[in-house]
């Protein structure tokens, strides 16, 4: 079990309402630097609204979320992004127009904004360009900074939005579905790419490929119907019989 | 960047520019005093593509900035003197930018078809105010009788009645704010409205209050807008309520999409393109009785236009590229 020190982001009793449904239902969670932390659930679960709520893209009904120390429950999206959150999405959010360059340098650009400095050309800013490198680089996507976006495979825009991710130096990672539609290969590269990621992050992974969260995953909760019903280190949470009946099935078991 | 790309990129503007310093030799009068208004529509032109082409911010209640500086200069001049333009100009533009400030206030809060229906409406809110109020002379308007001085050192530098010279201001405005634009969207400040532009949700998610940065926009675009207004005001010594039309948010809206969107030399190019339209369609040389309809036939040319060129005027090299492109792929199948 880490440490307090460690904890970059608690999650305590969250819930989240829409209307009469309850999409995320009492959630606690803690995000601890250094580890892939996996949510897991059929689909309506309420992984990616989990992930809405703790990014703070939609507000939360009851509980509290700690980020770095923070009370940041009633703190907006940028807000949290400032202290050191960064989310990838479902659906691929690159910009497509720009170089893949320009997509990191410009969210890199978030950190330190100087929006009144309307004379200087972004592209000479340094601060953002260094850590659009350094973000390329540690994604292995150097070689193609140069590419307009939009017209990346599949796979390679994932990269980029992980890419785009860590270009802002967050040091907590949300992650939904970055494997989804992936071929073998791309999988492979990703889960490298992860793993490679942990060591300074704490990493919150929402995914459906069973095989690759239980490699690479620390720790696993397992939602269901907004709650959470199991969450442990992978072998207690494949040996769990409440998730063989409610999640994995009893081919599983 | 490279050097090459930036003097193909500067070739058209420096060639633009060019022809319009030499076009008082060649010409007076009607034709000159023609140009300096489409170089005025073309700063208005300019100032709502920071807000549609750079941001993606669709307004169709743009008149209003333009007719609030308009209005401003006017009602701001002394009935029996003239005013000096070091204030009357400022002044104006605060206006403008003023009611910018508060619309944006509002209506930046709503998206897309309601963010086009909410600045319709305040626009239609400041129209009403100059037509159905005393405060500038009702739906007949109201005369600027002195035109305000520019005068530096105790010397007037230059005279606003004269048409070459105001001709010369208009041109030297043009250029500046083009050059401010192209500035301004190349900065940290211009790449953040490209980003929000592209995808609003991803810039909040990398820590962009995008809200501040629209609201900026929105209020810049006001205040450029007011500096159109303040020259038309100037040109023409007269203002009406129906430089706030919507008549007039919707003509500028389409020499943007006349011109193409997301280029600021499509803003300049599409209102140069729509004023042409216009006069060749009233000329009842050419058209004889039927020229009364013009805009009927500016309506369907532009129909047309969005037709067969979706990315504009300025898109079409770049449209005829791809299609020499997609006849040579296909005869090399063939």
Not at chain 2, 300 to 308: E, H
Request: hydrophobic fraction near 50%; glycine fraction near 10%.
């Amino acid at each position: 079990m880490a440490d307090a020190a460690s904890l970059l982001l608690r999650a305590r009793s969250v819930t989240r309402r829409f209307g009469g449904l309850t999409a995320v239902s009492d959630v606690s969670l803690d995000l601890a630097e250094g580890e892939i932390h996996a949510v897991i659930g059929t689909n309506g679960a309420g992984k990616s609204t989990l992930i809405n709520v703790l990014s703070g893209e939609i507000g939360t009904t009851s509980g509290t979320v700690e980020l770095l120390g923070n009370d940041v429950t009633k703190r907006s999206q940028p807000a949290r992004a400032h202290l050191g959150l960064g989310r990838s999405y479902q659906r691929t959010t690159i910009f497509p127009r720009f170089t893949v360059f320009e997509n990191c340098r410009l969210t890199a650009q978030a950190t330190r904004q100087r929006p009144w400095n309307w004379w200087t050309a972004a592209a000479t800013c340094k601060a953002s360009t260094a850590m659009a490198r350094e973000a390329l680089d540690r994604t292995g996507l150097t070689a193609i900074a140069d590419r307009t976006a939009g017209l990346l495979s599949h796979g390679e825009k994932r990269q980029l939005e992980i890419a785009m991710c860590i270009a802002t130096r967050p040091r907590v990672l949300l992650l939904d579905e970055p494997l989804a539609g992936m071929g073998a290969e791309e999988t492979e590269r990703m889960l490298g790419l992860l793993s490679g990621l942990k060591a300074g992050h704490a990493i919150l992974l929402v995914e459906h490929d069973m095989d690759a969260v239980f490699r690479v995953s620390d720790r696993i909760t397992v939602m269901v119907n907004g709650t959470v019903i199991a969450s442990d280190v992978p072998v207690a949470v494949r040996a769990d019989p409440e998730v063989q009946l409610a999640y994995l099935g009893e081919a599983n078991g | 960047m490279t050097p090459a790309i930036n003097a193909r990129r500067l070739a058209l503007p420096i060639l633009v520019v060019g022809l319009l310093l030499i076009f008082p030799l060649a010409t007076t009068g009607f034709y000159l005093e023609f140009t300096s208004k489409v170089m005025i529509l073309a700063i208005f032109a300019l100032s709502l593509e920071l807000l549609v082409g750079a941001t993606g911010l669709v307004s169709l209640g743009h008149a209003a900035f333009y007719g609030i500086a308009a209005y401003a200069t006017v009602l701001l001049s002394p009935k029996y003197g003239a005013a000096s333009v070091w204030w009357v100009l400022p002044a104006a533009i605060a206006c403008s930018a003023l009611y910018a400030f508060c619309v944006g206030a509002l209506a930046l809060r709503t998206k897309g078809v309601y963010f086009i229906m909410v600045t319709l409406a305040f626009a239609q809110m400041a129209y009403y105010v100059f037509h159905d109020t005393k405060l500038g002379g009702g739906t007949d308007g109201i005369y600027l009788n002195f035109k305000p001085e520019v005068v530096l050192y105790g010397a007037r530098i230059v005279d606003l009645g004269k048409p070459v010279a105001f001709y010369y201001v208009v041109l030297a405005c043009l250029v500046l704010v083009f050059m401010f634009l192209a500035v301004l969207l190349e900065s940290r400040f211009g790449r953040v409205l490209a980003g929000i532009r592209s995808n609003e949700q991803r810039m909040r998610a990398a820590g962009f209050a995008t809200f501040p940065y629209k609201w900026a926009a929105f209020t810049l675009a006001g205040a450029l807008a007011g500096l159109a207004g303040f020259l038309v005001a100037v040109k023409d010594g007269f203002v009406n309520p129906e430089m706030l039309s919507w008549h007039e948010s919707g003509a500028v809206l389409l020499m943007l999409i006349l011109g193409g969107m997301g280029r600021l030399s499509g803003a300049v190019l599409g209102a140069f393109a729509f004023a042409l339209l216009q006069l060749f369609f009233q000329w009842e040389v050419v058209f004889g009785s039927f020229a009364k309809h013009w805009p009927l036939m500016l309506g369907g040319t532009i129909i047309l236009c969005v037709a067969f060129m979706p990315n504009g005027l300025i898109g079409l090299p770049g449209q005829w590229r791809a299609w020499r492109a997609r006849k040579a792929a296909g005869a090399a199948r063939g």
